[in-house]
């Protein structure tokens, strides 16, 4: 069964300052996804990730998978208040168990001026 | 421009009352998903459809049911609901189960159970 970690769980943060938050899984997979969440609202796509090495970038997020070693990391640099939310990644579980999710625990993010 | 649309937003039913939650999508997407995701946890997959075929997760509630008549729209039916069933229920679809393919979410219902 795949399992899906994040560490840390929460991350309180200073403005201006650069940050990692860590997604680690069990099992085989080259894909991966980042998602944000608002407080009370849905999930928000980030980053699509889908082979080995990949790295994507959008503004001061900056996400990467090395499948070899089952990581994948979300790297904030510069860190500004309205990054404040909880940051899920989510594995796809392979052709098999027909291409579905399994999200980590999520990790918190809350940024202080 | 809403691609993915949760009807209600905000649900209220009583212990044991049956309530049903909608979600209709403008993306004519494949696939349809219903997530569970309670206080401060991450979502949980309850079922999905590819088209008809509908797929259940082995750890879902027999309590839990859904329902897919066209292409656009997917309910989700709880039977009986339980305290316990109290959380957001989140849709999402996806153009293919492919795997490269990402979901989009709609904004959720959250539903409360008295």
């Known amino acids: 069964e795949l399992k899906v970690e994040q560490n840390p769980l929460f991350l309180s943060m200073q403005e201006g300052k650069n940050y990692t938050i860590y997604c680690n899984y069990s099992t085989t997979s080259d894909r991966l996804y980042w998602y944000r969440q608002d407080p009370g609202k849905s999930l928000e796509s980030l980053f699509v990730l889908l082979s080995n090495g990949a790295v994507k970038q959008e503004g001061r997020l900056m996400a990467s998978l090395d499948t070899k070693a089952r990581l994948s990391t979300l790297h904030i640099t510069a860190a500004v208040h309205d990054l404040s939310a909880t940051y899920f990644c989510?594995?796809?579980?392979?052709?098999?168990?027909?291409?579905?999710?399994?999200f980590g625990g999520g990790t918190r993010v809350l940024v202080k001026p | 421009d809403a691609m993915v649309i949760q009807n209600p937003r905000y649900q209220v039913t009583q212990f044991g009352k049956p309530v049903t939650l909608s979600c209709s999508q403008t993306?004519?997407?494949?696939?349809m998903y219903w997530y569970q995701q309670k206080s401060s946890q991450a979502p949980k997959l309850l079922f999905h459809y590819y088209d008809k075929d509908f797929n259940n997760e082995a750890d879902t509630p027999d309590n839990f049911q859904s329902r897919r008549p066209n292409t656009s729209f997917c309910f989700l039916d709880i039977r009986s609901p339980g305290l316990g069933d109290a959380a957001m229920y989140l849709c999402?679809?996806?153009?293919?189960?492919?795997?490269?393919?990402?979901?989009?979410f709609g904004p959720g219902t959250r539903l409360l159970v008295l």
């Open positions: 989510a594995v796809d579980r392979g052709k098999a168990a027909g291409n579905k999710l399994t």
């Open positions: 993306l004519n997407h494949n696939v």
């Open positions: 999402a679809t996806s153009r293919d189960l492919a795997g490269i393919e990402t979901q989009y």
